[in-house]
């Protein structure tokens, strides 16, 4: 392989950049006790990246590694074609080559297919075994081998094979015509062996969804709200870490600026890719670049933004090693693998027993931001009444400012933990696996609406 | 190649069926800065679905690794549960054009000349812009062992702009067709940023209350996403919401030159126009294969196996019939009140039960039937399914948005937050 690139590498002037991937995966689904999918894929993809000197990017997605050469010179063509208003730079990088390519400690592709079904199905069966009520469920079994390989004509070179298996379950409750749904998911890395006893999480799912059944909404007004420490690793990576990626090509977000605050001294966002033990740490992004701890907001103030090397010599600072690619055959731009909110003081109960009459957010289903107002759709929400978490209610989207937000925080724990759920960062259709991690957060003073008008 | 394969399959005792799809895509794209970029992609990938000894098992990928993939689907069967699936017999084909030569002959320097003469038509605004135009061209292949065995070659043409607003507001508009772009789809882009950006900021304080609202086009396709999964797959027990009688939802593949129009669907069933929603009752869902078989019923032609993603069910070209009143009609039927140009549910729709509260950050003020300003800040809440109840008019004009056909629509007591 080493060889093959190296030749398509000479095959045009200028920058060029090579990415081939080969992924295994597997894919289990449950739909009720019913089984939906049971399949193994196999794809292979890559991409070439050229920049003439004085043009633009030519890019070439191709399937085969035989078809290296030519994507080469047909991206250097195509680089040729553009007639650029402004230059386009590179930042510096050290050129590291990098092998770790050694097998697999618990390998996927080693288990059968049949086994893989059969551990789902059990689960499943534990799911709809909690309740009468649970009418619907959808669980699902995945796990992938991604092998990379990552060449520069600047002398990078990356050879990486890694594993990630994953579990989700939906759980659906019904009761007199109403319905209610939870959800729970982990990934891990590694092979399906990591997963462990995973029987207590299908079964919470289902409790999750019944105690929803007869949850009251909640009496619109003022609260203050605990976030637990998904739902705050969450909240910083859509409304922080994202709005601190140089906009790449076919992006224009709006990056906030450097210098401003946007929340008090013990709120520190970091991205951290180097941390040790997660299925999306790395060594090399995809342009080659070494991955550096970055942190974008310092006690309440932006100072950093994620980098690829065009953006960061743009913006004259070092690239960071953020330059990330959504899919096997898609162009690198900047976004964050481990997405953290350093932890501070205290534990969730002292954030708690402050507190006469509050709410509680454990999760997040979605968290939208347009322009700068923020919409955080909890997923489960308890009051917090004289101290002390109290009975399960439905919460409304929660609607704000973002610099409103973040000016409401008034205490981050010091109770830190990475999430291990199958979190992914959406971008133009494509999903790319993030992890995030947080301590509990809290807020004071976010209005909660009612559920319907 | 198809016909080769099919014959392996059939070979090996097995019932099956095969979709192959070739696709080159080029897309170019000027960033904010004036860099360029183009980017091409073919992809060729297959689809396999085999059922052997009454277990149904699918594997997908490139086209290179059939072989693989054949083992991969045989796997997938035997640990499948027995389920039935009643292959469709060949049958006659329907015409709709779904290539144009022109949009497949598009070369890099013409769709960068599209592309920057829609960002030199917006530039004289200030804003920031990203513009990008792109065209795919491939070819479709369906065929099963019972001798179904049709292809047709595909084309469509996509052009779209971000514009970021002075307040950090990104506009986001796209066209896409099978045919080639024209200078009036250029110009109706560029009219549809300035109408969304260029309209002042109003700050109108304060005010929870229930308003009449003109959804426009692209928000209308918004209030049908949650009624759209009740139209897919088996009837699912449970009232029908009570939908205004003015309302006909039909799914139509025979639309010539539309993103979701094709002959045959990827399970090998040729495709019809079906009616989804008649005056507001429940019609006919859309079945694919799977569901078809397990449930008894013919399947619908709207099978869809792309990528790497399991078969199922989906819409085509989705038609809201129009009604009668012109937007000027509209306007003064609205009087004072809130025209929505653009919304979307957010990250969390729920098309169980309806109910919503999203953002409307493409909300306007209308006063004596002329856009005033845009409101900021502004939380639309309520149920889908009852206001799809509460339309008090239906526009004539319908638009194209992706591949949907849809009219505006009036309607009555839409929750209105506005917080300042």
């Known amino acids: ?453 | 190649m198809i016909g080769g394969l099919l014959g392996d399959l059939a070979s090996r005792g097995a019932q099956a069926d095969v979709t192959l799809v070739d696709d080159d895509t080029l897309t170019v794209s000027l960033d904010p800065d004036g860099a360029a970029s183009i980017t091409a992609d073919g992809n060729h990938s297959v689809h396999v679905r085999v059922a052997q000894h009454g277990r149904i098992g699918w594997a997908a990928g490139a086209t290179r690794s059939v072989r693989d993939i054949v083992d991969r689907a045989f796997a997938s069967a035997s640990c499948a549960a027995a389920a039935p699936l009643f292959l469709p017999a060949p049958a006659p084909l329907p015409a709709v054009m779904t290539r144009s030569p022109g949009a497949a002959a598009l070369a890099p320097r013409e769709l960068l000349e599209d592309a920057r003469q829609l960002r030199e038509r917006l530039r004289r605004h200030g804003w920031r812009l990203e513009t990008w135009a792109e065209r795919s061209a491939g070819a479709v292949e369906v065929g099963n062992t019972r001798g179904v065995q049709a292809a047709y070659d595909v084309s469509l043409v996509g052009m779209g702009v971000e514009a970021r607003a002075p307040d950090g507001l990104i506009c986001r508009v796209y066209r896409s067709q099978v045919t080639p772009l024209e200078s009036q789809d250029v110009a109706a882009l560029v009219d549809e940023v300035e109408r969304r950006l260029l309209p002042p900021l109003l700050d109108e304080g304060t005010v929870v209350r229930t308003e009449r609202v003109w959804f426009g086009p692209r928000a209308v396709r918004a209030l049908l996403a949650p009624l759209l999964p009740r139209l897919i797959g088996e009837r699912r027990t449970g009232r029908w919401p009570e939908l205004d009688r003015r309302l006909t939802l039909i799914d139509d593949p025979l639309i010539d030159g539309r993103p979701g129009s094709r002959p045959i669907c990827d399970d090998g069933v040729p495709t019809r126009p079906i009616t989804l929603i008649d005056a507001g009752r429940a019609s006919d869902n859309i079945l694919d294969l799977t569901v078809a078989s397990r449930t008894g019923r013919p399947a619908t032609g709207h099978g869809w196996r792309r990528g790497f993603a399991p078969p199922r069910a989906g819409f085509s070209n989705l038609v809201l019939e129009a009604g009668a009143a012109t937007n000027d009609q509209l306007a003064a039927e609205l009087g004072s009140g809130l025209y929505l140009a653009d919304w979307s549910f957010g990250t969390a729709p729920n098309p169980v039960t309806g109910v919503f509260r999203a953002e409307a950050p493409w909300i306007y003020r209308i006063e004596e039937g002329a856009v005033v300003g845009r409101l900021d800040g502004v939380v639309l809440t309520g149920d889908a399914f009852e206001l799809l109840g509460r339309v008090v008019t239906v526009g004539s004009t319908a638009e194209w948005v992706g591949s949907a056909l849809l009219p505006s629509l009036l309607v009555d007591g839409v929750g209105v937050e506005l917080r300042r």
């Open chain 1, 1 to 453: 392989m080493r060889e093959l690139l190296a030749r398509a590498l000479a095959a045009a002037p200028g920058y060029v950049e090579i990415r081939l991937r080969r992924r295994w995966s597997t894919a289990v689904v449950f739909r009720r006790h019913r089984l939906e999918v049971a399949t193994e894929y196999h794809a292979s993809g890559g991409v070439v990246r050229c920049l003439a000197p004085g043009h633009g990017w030519g890019a070439v997605a191709f399937t085969d590694a035989e078809q290296a050469p030519a994507a080469v010179q047909r991206a250097y063509e195509l680089s040729t074609e553009t007639r650029p208003d402004r230059e386009i730079v590179l930042a510096p990088i050290a050129a590291r080559q990098v092998e770790r390519a050694d097998a697999l400690v618990d390998d996927p592709r080693l288990a059968a297919l049949p086994d893989k079904r059969d551990l789902l199905d059990g689960l499943t069966a534990e799911l709809h075994g909690v309740d009468r009520r649970i009418v619907d469920s959808r669980t699902s079994y995945g796990d992938t081998v991604m092998e990379t390989w990552l060449a520069t004509s600047e002398g990078a070179w990356l050879h990486d094979l890694r594993s990630e298996s994953t579990l989700g379950a939906l759980a659906v409750a019904g009761e007199d015509g109403g319905q209610e749904r939870a959800l729970e998911s982990i990934a891990v890395a590694g092979g399906w062996g990591a997963f462990g006893e995973r029987r207590s999480m299908f079964r919470q799912v289902a409790e999750r969804a019944v105690a929803r059944l007869h949850a009251k909404p909640i009496v619109s007004a003022r609260y203050p709200v605990v976030f637990d420490a998904r739902a705050s690793g969450a909240l910083a990576l859509q409304t922080i870490t994202n709005l601190c990626r140089a906009p790449s090509r076919g992006v224009d977000r709006n990056l906030l600026p450097l210098g401003q605050r946007i929340g008090p001294e013990c709120l520190s966002v970091g991205d951290d890719p180097t941390a040790p033990g997660l299925r999306t740490s790395l060594l090399l992004d995809d342009e080659g670049t070494p991955v550096t701890h970055a942190m974008v907001v310092c006690n309440g103030v932006v100072v950093g933004h994620l980098h690829t090397r065009e953006t960061a010599a743009r913006a004259g600072v070092a690239p960071t090693g953020h330059g990330l690619a959504p899919t096997l055959r898609s162009v690198p731009v900047a976004r964050p693998a481990n997405t953290y909110v350093a932890g501070a003081q205290g534990t969730a109960a002292q954030l708690i027993e402050e507190i006469p009459l509050g709410v509680y957010v454990a999760d997040v289903l979605g968290i939208a931001v347009e322009g700068r107002q923020v919409t955080i759709t909890p997923a489960v929400a308890r009051m917090i009444r004289g101290g002390q978490l109290a009975e399960p209610v439905k919460c409304a989207p929660i609607t704000s400012d973002l610099l409103s937000l973040y000016g409401r925080l008034d205490r981050v724990a010091g109770d830190f933990s990475w999430d291990p759920s199958a979190a992914t960062l959406q971008e133009g259709g494509a999903l790319r696996p993030v992890t995030t991690g947080a301590p509990h957060t809290r807020f004071i003073d976010l209005e909660i609406s009612p559920l319907h008008a």
